[in-house]
């Protein structure tokens, strides 16, 4: 079991940023794929970015391309996410998750909610027009 508990959500003016933190409670920490999903309301969750196990590679959904960073310290069993520039678009519950599916690198498999057995209880993030 990998416990995940997000935090540094809020409310925020368009332009703002925001930086989420997900701790996770095992030291294996760095043999997980680390990834961020978001519900916005009345949708299905969605796929935000994800950072491999390994070579610390990471990728976004075209929506946060150059406005959002992953970002991972395993020294703290930590993965971080930076927003910037953030639109009222982004307003969701970001939930992050952790994936032992794959070799290590990062795949097509990282981009479904399936591929991820733990996840946390996610954090409201509002960014006002």
């Known amino acids: 079991q990998v416990q995940l508990v997000e935090s540094g959500g809020g409310l925020v003016q368009a332009g703002g940023s925001l930086r989420l933190s997900c701790a996770a409670s095992?030291?294996?920490?760095?043999?997980?794929?680390m990834g961020w999903f978001r519900q916005p309301p009345g949708k299905e969750r969605e796929f935000v970015s994800a950072?491999?196990?390994?070579?610390?590679?990471?990728v976004y959904a075209d929506s946060v391309k150059g406005r959002f960073t992953i970002s991972r310290d395993n020294g703290v069993n930590t993965v971080y996410l930076q927003m910037n520039s953030l639109k009222p678009e982004d307003t969701a519950v970001y939930y992050c998750?952790?994936?032992?599916?794959?070799?290590?690198?990062?795949?097509?498999?990282?981009?479904?909610?399936?591929?991820?057995?733990?996840w946390g209880q996610g954090t409201q993030v509002t960014v006002s027009s």
């Open positions: 095992r030291r294996t920490f760095s043999t997980y794929t």
């Open positions: 950072i491999s196990r390994s070579d610390g590679n990471a």
């Open positions: 998750a952790a994936s032992g599916v794959g070799p290590g690198t990062l795949g097509p498999v990282h981009y479904s909610p399936r591929s991820y057995a733990y």
